[in-house]
């Protein structure tokens, strides 16, 4: 069944527009009843001034009835309604009727004969004159004629001495150009109240709803939004609205942390993902660079070279330690190496790619503040900083610029790694340190995971910002508390 129009409707509409629908309905309401209540006080005060003009015909007339004076009797008749003229006489009359129930005398001798009876119309009206008793007179309604009798039987003080009745006959369309006169006024006051409320009506239906509104648009996010990206100030009271917005805060807690939840199970799998990865590769490259570390052992411990060859073996070792450390880093259970980071090592870093940075053309800005040996193992922070730098290299345009910084400072190694290439998005931001997600179109999307992984090991931090020109990772490890009095504290370089 095909719902009604109004019932898809909208109600920041719906509730405005049957808010004036209501004042409009009590308007025409109240309008109508004070109209009401207009026409029956009118309708009264005619009848009470007949009745009052009545009791002075009555007496006036007296003195003509007793000296059958039909002339004065006329007269006295024709004077209260003689300044009516056309329809107006027309609906309106007056009748003596003498003690037999016969016209003596009317204002309208064509419709009401001298000595004749009543008209057949009025036949009924001689019965009630007969019941007539007591000096007080009668209000009858004639419907059929469309008018109001006031019968008032004349005394001569004696109530005995009945001399004739009158009968006074009033058309209430007499009132109706003063009923038309109130209602039109009655009518423009009520269109004048109505201008001023049915755009007050609109307006408080519109602010009453408002709050239903919003709360509606903020659960139609659900769903096509990340729960953590929707933000809505919905109001919470006791009211059904405020309960409304306060379950509405409490589903959008829970969906959060389901959302946080989903996430987390997420790198979980990429984590469990990445370690049966490394498990598999572990044994094939740790076999290899055992025998190449054993050969370079073997050769510094016989054989006497000269200081190039014993120069580039000691690099070499550096860096198949340093694969050997980077397969460790992607297992759970890596052991962290436990010799000491040195300024040579940091020095090493920038023997290491500078080449990478040659084949751009760029330009790398290197300050190391270290000047002794430092409590954190080299070569994790070696290889944290090598893929910090690869990744601002692989960043920067054509004769970019990269810088490096190392030093200590409250008990914390510092390092800053900057480029000026473009700036990261910031949807990508959040997930720059999750496995196999990549910044550009080369690259594993593994570096900047391991150095992720690298500085919880070390319980540090990794901050972030990026904008265009001026893409920054700033790294902060704690140095170990027993090495704490080893440590050689550096200033901080400015920017």
């Known amino acids: 069944m095909k719902a009604p129009l109004f019932a898809n409707l909208s109600y920041r509409f719906k509730v405005p527009l049957l808010l004036m629908l209501v004042i409009l309905m009590t308007g025409g309401l109240v309008t109508a009843t004070l109209v009401g209540h207009s026409y029956n006080d009118l309708r009264r005060d005619l009848i009470d001034s007949t009745q009052r003009v009545g009791e002075v015909l009555a007496s006036t007339l007296v003195p003509a009835l007793k000296h059958d004076d039909l002339w004065r009797a006329y007269q006295i008749v024709s004077v209260p309604y003689r300044a009516r003229s056309g329809s107006a006489e027309l609906e309106t009359f007056v009748v003596v009727l003498d003690r037999r129930l016969q016209v003596y005398v009317s204002s309208q001798p064509e419709l009401f004969p001298t000595a004749s009876s009543l008209p057949a119309e009025y036949r009924w009206l001689r019965e009630e004159v007969e019941r007539q008793l007591g000096p007080a ?34 058309s209430p369309s007499a009132l109706m150009p003063r009923f038309y006169a109130m209602l039109l006024r009655a009518t423009l006051t009520s269109l004048l109240v109505l201008a001023l409320l049915l755009p007050l009506g609109w307006y408080l239906g519109k602010r009453m709803i408002g709050p239903l509104t919003h709360l509606a648009g903020c659960l139609g996010q659900l769903g096509h939004v990340p729960p953590s990206a929707i933000s809505c100030q919905v109001p919470i009271g006791r009211d059904e609205i405020g309960q409304l917005g306060s379950q509405f805060h409490h589903m959008l807690a829970e969906l959060r942390e389901k959302e946080a939840l989903e996430q987390r199970i997420m790198m979980a799998d990429r984590l469990a993902a990445v370690g049966r990865m490394s498990a598999g590769i572990a044994h094939e490259i740790n076999n290899p660079l055992g025998g190449m570390l054993n050969a370079i052992n073997t050769y510094k411990r016989y054989a006497r070279g000269d200081e190039v060859t014993e120069r580039t073996l000691s690099l070499l070792e550096r860096g198949l ?4 450390e980077t397969v460790s880093a992607l297992l759970v259970e890596a052991r962290l190496e436990r010799r000491s980071l040195t300024m040579q090592d940091i020095d090493d870093i920038r023997t ?72 990261i998005p910031s949807g990508l931001i959040d997930r720059l340190f999750e496995p196999f997600v990549q910044h550009g179109s080369t690259g594993s999307g593994l570096g900047l995971w391991v150095s992720y992984q690298i500085v919880q090991q070390l319980g540090g931090s990794i901050d972030v910002a990026s904008r265009d020109g001026d893409t920054r990772f700033l790294v902060t490890i704690p140095l170990p508390v027993r090495n704490g009095g080893d440590a050689r504290h550096g200033q901080a370089l400015s920017d």
């Open 137 to 170: 007179g009668r209000v009858l309604d004639a419907r059929e004629q469309d008018k109001i009798l006031v019968v008032q039987p004349i005394f001569d003080g004696d109530e005995r001495s009945r001399y004739g009745t009158l009968v006074i006959g009033v």
């Open 321 to 324: 330690l340093q694969i050997r």
């Open 352 to 423: 290491l790619v500078l080449s990478s940075i040659q084949a751009k053309e760029g330009v790398l800005c290197w300050e190391n503040g270290l000047d002794g040996e430092v409590g954190l193992p080299s070569t994790l922070i070696r290889q944290l900083l090598i893929n910090l730098l690869l990744n601002a290299i692989q960043a920067i345009p054509a004769s970019g610029k990269v810088w490096c910084r190392v030093w200590i400072a409250d008990g914390s190694l510092f390092a800053d790694v900057r480029n000026d290439g473009p700036a």
